[in-house]
């Protein structure tokens, strides 16, 4: 039964969806978007943006294009004209010319938890990105995208997302192609002919990862250094066999996958984006790509077929046949098409190899191999397929990404960077070389995603009953106090499990992208909790999950045993809790902390918070000015929480981070403010001028 979510209103499916319309799954380690037109270019006007990994951190997108294709043999379109080839592009450019999308709709297992910090609903920007509530499905979120196009062919694809702590990083998305002779948006059929030779193929390329890329440079942001491998040569003879959680790595996946490899401009060794100029984090560990799950060997033989796709390999990422207007003139181009779709690389750029092993050693850095300054495609093609009128295929595929852990990134990258003494490598051995530590390391994440895949095949051969956790908490609420941090919460729906554990809270640290400790452990039936060791002034950030005693998943045929808990995106806070001062009683008292703030001790100041700068003692109510030292105002900031205590993160109202010298601040009391006794402490007006120093 799907029902809408509170505060959506049930209404007809609309016939006719916009191009740029996108919807955004945001319940795991990865996110990202799916967008109407069928296929995703990352491309926001402003950064590469989606497949966000792992999504506790900013920048950690890994999207950069997917380029989707079909093309037909004999095929005669709705006005009539004949083509011994037709093709068509998945790009916004060609949506009312050959793409015709109809339906976007996520569905969504459970309402999203609503989270307060301080009062400030911080879940309500996430509100709309689901459409309806389906309690029957199984994965957490379910993305429907239908697009009609000129073919007569409908392309539709739902895509899977699990918050399940072990599947939670991966995509499950099954494409399914219907010759329905629908060319347009509406309900009349204009085509009734068996549809010849559909290959359908796509080309994605990674930028592994925006982070990365910026410490990469030199086109990483699009991935135009990024490798491109293979594995599953060998598929057909395993076809059929059970991974087992014993032996979860296996090669004969049919997958390939990217990551960022060496610009041949950088002087250092930059595999894994290490932040030379900084700490020397590992800022691209990530390493991303596709399997295949299953191809159907034809309409009517709905079995695997062991001998898809037809092409699993690499192609020069800006290399391709295009398209045009799509007019009869254009028809050489899609004969081009027709022969990148069965596996003749365009202008040769291209093959089933595996890129890096064949050319890694000759070439370090990849864009050299083909010189084009699109980067590396991951190149795949299904096909041929016939269908009559009503008949579909069905493929599967899984996308994900994996990679080191970001307490294990900083780490490494600090020993890299430091380059001194006795590394050990993942095997267990040593090294003098950092840069061969350094790059052992970040090679794991061949095997991390190929786990990642293992867990993905293994849930889709469930038909994905994998073993789930509890329902987090509907309701989380976190309030900052004078001497305390209290936290409360409404009781998981799984409460009344038998195998219903509790609940964990975490806490994180001045910044919600950082470590997150676990802080309390409580058992079913609690609903309250006060954080007694929270330090003045200084920034919090938590979340909630309810766990499981691991009874439901003692078998570990998906995933390793043990217990499951929700996920920690459902209810992590946005927004800071703070211990709160009173509120100040003299102008007198009013101090800047700290005074003078050096740019050397930042980290010394606010853990986690590097350029704050906080104003004590205040009164209740007031409005502080800032003022450079000839008196120009810069910023000014309206307390109106009744604390004693206000932020101030070295930013003009235009947010330019404010240069060394001396500052005013200017607290003016807003309005009368009286002690508990009825008393008046505060007349309004009443103000006071406090002189700081900046040190950058």
């Known amino acids: 039964m799907l029902i809408s979510p509170v505060g959506f209103l049930s209404q007809p499916a609309e016939a006719q969806v916009a191009a740029s319309a996108k919807s955004y799954i945001r319940v795991g380690s990865l996110q990202s978007h799916i967008s109407a037109y069928g296929s995703e270019r990352a491309w926001n006007n402003a950064y ?227 932040d030379i100029a900084g700490s020397g984090r590992l800022a691209a560990p990530q390493h991303a790509g596709l399997a295949v799950l299953h191809v159907d060997r034809s309409a009517t033989d709905p079995r695997d077929d062991p001998n898809q796709p037809a092409v699993l390999g690499w192609h020069a990422g800006d290399t391709y046949p295009r398209l045009g207007n799509l007019q009869k003139s254009d028809e050489p181009r899609m004969i081009q098409l027709y022969d990148m779709l069965s596996g003749i690389p365009f202008n040769g750029l291209g093959g089933t190899d595996r890129f890096d092993e064949t050319y890694l050693e000759s070439n370090p850095d990849p864009y050299t191999v083909h010189n084009d300054g699109g980067g590396t495609n991951l190149w795949i093609t299904y096909g041929p397929f016939d269908l009559q009128p009503g008949e579909s295929i069905r493929i599967v595929e899984v996308e994900a990404v994996a990679g080191l852990d970001r307490v294990s990134c900083e780490l490494i990258g600090k020993n890299w960077l430091t380059g001194q003494g006795s590394f050990t490598l993942p095997d267990g051995s040593s090294t003098d070389d950092p840069d061969e530590y350094k790059n052992a390391w970040v090679y794991t994440g061949k095997d991390s995603i190929m786990l990642a895949f293992s867990r993905a095949k293994r849930n889709f051969d469930m038909n994905f009953q994998i073993p789930q956790p509890p329902l987090p908490p509907p309701l989380f609420n976190v309030e900052s106090g004078g001497d305390r941090i209290a936290l409360s919460w409404t009781e998981s729906p799984s409460e009344s499990q038998a195998d219903f554990a509790g609940y964990q809270i975490y806490r994180a640290v001045g910044k919600m992208d950082t470590t997150y400790e676990l802080l309390a452990d409580l058992p079913p039936g609690t609903t309250r909790y006060e954080d007694l060791s929270a330090a003045r002034g200084v920034a919090y950030f938590y979340y909630i999950v309810a766990y499981n005693d691991g009874s439901n998943n003692s078998e570990g045929i998906a995933n390793p045993t043990g217990p499951l808990h929700s996920s920690r995106f459902y209810t992590r806070t946005t927004e800071p809790a703070f211990l709160r001062r009173q509120a100040g009683r003299s102008l007198d008292d009013i101090r800047v902390v700290p005074n003078p703030f050096n740019i050397r001790s930042r980290e010394l100041q606010y853990p986690g918070e590097p350029d704050k700068i906080t104003f004590l003692d205040i009164p209740a109510q007031c409005r502080i000015r800032i003022f450079t030292e000839r008196g120009d105002l810069i910023h000014t900031i309206e307390h109106t929480n009744g604390s004693g205590d206000e932020t101030w993160y070295s930013v003009t109202s235009s947010r330019q981070v404010v240069v060394s010298g001396i500052y005013l601040a200017h607290i003016e009391v807003t309005q009368d403010i009286y002690d508990e006794n009825g008393a008046l402490v505060f007349a309004k007006g009443e103000s006071k001028i406090v002189k700081f120093v900046i040190i950058r």
């Open 48 to 274: 590469y943006e989606g497949l966000i990994w792992p999504a506790d951190y900013p920048q950690t997108d890994n999207a950069v294009i997917k380029r989707s294709w079909i093309a037909v043999q004999d095929f005669t379109d709705a006005q009539g004209e004949s083509w011994s080839v037709f093709g068509i592009y998945f790009a916004k450019d060609y949506v009312e010319q050959s793409l015709f999308p109809i339906e976007l709709k996520q569905t969504a297992k459970f309402p999203i938890p609503t989270v307060y910090v301080d009062g400030n609903n911080v879940s309500a920007p996430y509100s709309n990105d689901y459409d309806e509530i389906d309690p029957d499905q199984l994965a957490d979120r379910i993305v429907t995208n239908v697009v009609n196009t000129s073919i007569g062919l409908t392309f539709t694809r739902r895509v899977h997302a699990f918050s399940q702590q072990y599947h939670d990083n991966y995509f499950i998305k099954e494409f399914i192609l219907t010759n329905t002779g629908n060319v347009d948006y509406d309900e009349e059929i204009e085509l009734n002919a068996a549809l010849k030779g559909i290959r359908i193929g796509w080309g994605t390329r990674y930028s592994v990862s925006r982070d990365g890329a910026s410490k990469i440079g030199d086109g990483q942001s699009w991935g135009k250094h990024s490798w491109v491998t293979r594995r599953g040569e060998n598929y057909a003879d395993h076809a059929g066999e059970q991974i087992t959680a014993a032996d979860p790595i296996v090669d004969w996946i049919r997958a390939g996958f990217s990551w960022a490899g060496q610009s041949e401009r950088n002087a250092f060794d930059n595999i894994g984006g290490p």
